[in-house]
Nanobody, 122 residues
């Protein structure tokens, strides 16, 4: 069992930056690939990116490539989402999730955080 808690969301102007954190409980954090997803009002939950267990591989959706960076610190049981050059269309609730697979498939993630709101004003 893994419990995930996101933090770091907020209101930012377009072009600004935010860093989201996702703290995991338990001693098995390093055995999971971690993903970030987002959901805007009226839209389906969307894959943002993921990072492998060791942190040596990352994958991103095209719309955030070059702007967002995922990293992890297994000693701190934490995964991060650094978001730069934010756009109004990045506004959403952001979720972190844990999976036994390195995947962009929503259905392959077993554990989810409660989400944190990110709002980007124009």
């Amino acid at each position: 069992q893994v419990q995930l808690v996101e933090s770091g969301g907020g209101l930012v102007q377009a072009g600004g930056s935010l860093r989201l954190s996702c703290a995991a409980s338990g001693r098995t954090f390093s055995s999971y690939s971690m993903g970030w997803f987002r959901q805007a009002p009226g839209k389906e939950r969307e894959f943002v990116g993921c990072i492998s267990r060791s942190g040596d591989s990352t994958t991103y959706v095209n719309s955030v490539k070059g702007r967002f960076t995922i990293s992890r610190d297994n000693a701190k049981n934490t995964v991060y989402l650094q978001m730069n050059s934010l756009k109004p269309e990045d506004t959403a609730v952001y979720y972190c999730a844990a999976s036994n697979l390195y995947t962009n498939n929503y259905g392959d993630y077993d554990y989810w955080g409660q989400g944190t709101q990110v709002t980007v004003s124009s």
